[in-house]
């Protein structure tokens, strides 16, 4: 790569930098209070997981179709289509009338979102081999600072109606339409990077047939299922049980994603280089797995004659208190279980065993938010607690089997 296309390449990931910033931080406002507004059309609490289990279906199964597309017509095009669906979707949520219209808006954006895929085949095309894990960085860093302010502003609008963060994520997908079309330059040479979804059945039975990798797949696997069965009940329980109002659910969310930016963006290469990624996945499997036990009994212990501002309420600070375990943890093992397959995977195959861990991973977020919901909903009294408990123990049993990884490549 010459200085000129090196340049040209720093400047296009600036952009993407910035169109996939935009991007999160849309989704980022309406994914906190989406199970409330989703109560608020009249759907049952058991109904409400489907919104997240059918994103990430119609996601696993347009994810391979767009990345094929983009691979024959152009990155810019098929991401300049997927912004403007996604758009759509967002205002097709915010004037849901009833659940179904509510799902129906939901399923249409994850068959929509191609915008990460179609973002790292992006950043491959533009970036040398040695740079292209910085220029992944990149994506990452905009992922998580999405994850980050769009709840907090997301909070303060639900406070006025549930349906304003989905008016004003619309709002930001369009600009991010009209700022992409006229800034983001289709790559000069496209790699086959997407390409390597059309295979990825074939991979899976390659990599299954080595051990440590498919112990670290059934780890990826039971931490996403238990996080997002969670994740899908979290609102229910920070409202019923530590009686906070839609704000106070929204930047309860806002505390785990700042945590886990911090210890992604600043403490984890240091922890790596003393510990260890095997040592980190066992930890952060285990500081999640105590902090799901915890959270549906963290309500009550914060001292009545403590005085906090009126905004502070002591529900907030006992579940805030509760769920920094688990953000610690999440930051620690999500690095070290991407670390740990690349380490097992063969040196000709990493790409193509990299996403087969995302494909486990999505096969968890499918899973998890209909199995937390139900067993929230259905179980029996103190139910309640039975998600966190679940996840508590594949937490566990994911701890357990990363203790037997080897750390190097397997021959």
């Given at each position: 790569?010459?200085?000129?296309?090196?340049?040209?390449?720093?400047?296009?990931?600036?952009?993407?930098f910035?169109?996939?910033?935009?991007?999160?931080?849309?989704?980022?406002?309406?994914?906190?209070?989406?199970?409330?507004?989703?109560k608020?059309?009249?759907?049952?609490?058991?109904?409400?997981?489907?919104?997240?289990?059918?994103?990430?279906l119609?996601?696993?199964g347009f994810a391979?179709?767009?990345?094929?597309?983009s691979?024959?017509?152009?990155?810019r095009p098929?991401?300049?289509?997927?912004?403007?669906?996604?758009a759509?979707?967002?205002?097709?949520?915010?004037?849901?009338p009833?659940?179904?219209?509510?799902?129906?808006?939901?399923?249409?954006?994850g068959?929509?979102?191609?915008?990460?895929?179609?973002?790292?085949?992006?950043?491959a095309?533009?970036t040398?081999?040695?740079g292209?894990?910085?220029?992944?960085?990149?994506?990452?860093?905009?992922?998580?600072?999405?994850?980050?302010?769009?709840?907090?502003?997301?909070?303060?609008?639900?406070?006025?109606?549930?349906?304003?963060?989905?008016?004003?994520a619309?709002?930001?997908?369009a600009?991010?339409?009209?700022?992409?079309?006229?800034?983001?330059?289709?790559?000069?040479?496209?790699?086959?990077?997407?390409?390597?979804?059309?295979?990825?059945?074939?991979a899976?039975?390659?990599?299954l047939t080595?051990?440590?990798?498919?112990?670290?797949?059934?780890?990826?696997?039971m931490?996403?299922?238990?996080?997002?069965?969670?994740?899908?009940?979290?609102a229910?329980?920070?409202?019923?049980?530590f009686?906070?109002?839609?704000?106070?659910?929204?930047?309860?969310f806002l505390?785990?994603g700042?945590?886990?930016?911090?210890?992604?963006?600043?403490?984890?290469?240091?922890?790596?280089?003393?510990?260890?990624?095997?040592r980190?996945?066992?930890?952060?499997?285990?500081?999640?797995?105590?902090?799901?036990?915890?959270?549906?009994?963290?309500?009550?212990?914060f001292?009545?004659?403590?005085?906090?501002?009126?905004?502070l309420?002591?529900?907030?600070?006992?579940?805030?208190?509760?769920?920094?375990p688990l953000?610690?943890?999440?930051?620690l093992?999500?690095?070290?279980?991407?670390a740990?397959?690349?380490r097992?995977?063969?040196?000709?195959?990493?790409?193509?065993?990299l996403?087969?861990?995302?494909s486990?991973?999505?096969?968890?977020?499918?899973?998890?938010?209909?199995?937390?919901?139900?067993?929230?909903?259905?179980?029996?009294?103190?139910?309640?607690?039975?998600?966190?408990?679940?996840?508590?123990?594949?937490?566990?049993v994911?701890?357990?089997i990363?203790l037997?990884?080897?750390?190097?490549?397997?021959?």
């Open positions: 790569m010459t200085p000129t296309s090196s340049a040209r390449g720093r400047s296009a990931l600036g952009i993407l910035l169109v996939v910033f935009v991007d999160l931080l849309g989704f980022g406002m309406v994914i906190p209070v989406m199970a409330l507004y989703a608020h059309l009249g759907a049952a609490e058991a109904s409400t997981g489907w919104l997240s289990t059918g994103f990430s119609m996601q696993l391979p179709v767009w990345g094929v597309l691979d024959r017509i152009g990155r098929v991401l300049l289509l997927s912004i403007a669906m996604t759509l979707a967002f205002l097709g949520y915010a004037v849901a009833t659940f179904a219209w509510l799902l129906a808006s939901r399923l249409f954006a068959g929509a979102t191609a915008n990460i895929a179609i973002a790292q085949a992006y950043v095309d533009v040398t081999p040695e292209r894990a910085k220029g992944m960085g990149v994506i990452g860093a905009a992922f998580g600072l999405g994850f980050v302010f769009g709840p907090a502003i997301g909070g303060w609008l639900s406070g006025y109606d549930l349906s304003w963060p989905g008016f004003a619309a709002g930001l997908s600009f991010n339409l009209v700022g992409a079309w006229l800034l983001l330059p289709e790559p000069a040479q496209r790699s086959r990077a997407g390409a390597e979804l059309k295979h990825r059945m074939g899976l039975v390659e990599a080595r051990p440590g990798i498919r112990r670290l797949l059934a780890v990826f696997f931490l996403v299922l238990a996080f997002s069965a969670m994740e899908a009940t979290y229910f329980l920070a409202q019923e049980y009686h906070l109002d839609n704000r106070g659910v929204v930047f309860s505390v785990i700042v945590l886990v930016v911090i210890v992604q963006g600043g403490l984890i290469g240091p922890l790596t280089r003393a510990f260890g990624e095997r980190l996945l066992v930890a952060g499997a285990l500081l999640q797995a105590g902090s799901l036990l915890w959270l549906p009994h963290a309500h009550g212990w001292p009545a004659g403590v005085a906090l501002p009126g905004w309420p002591p529900g907030f600070v006992e579940l805030a208190v509760a769920s920094a953000a610690v943890g999440s930051g093992t999500s690095p070290a279980l991407s740990l397959l690349s097992l995977s063969r040196a000709d195959a990493q790409g193509g065993t996403g087969i861990g995302q486990a991973s999505a096969l968890g977020r499918v899973l998890g938010p209909i199995s937390g919901t139900s067993t929230y909903a259905y179980a029996p009294p103190a139910s309640h607690a039975w998600p966190y408990l679940g996840g508590a123990v594949l937490m566990t994911s701890a357990l990363s037997t990884l080897r750390s190097r490549r397997d021959a």
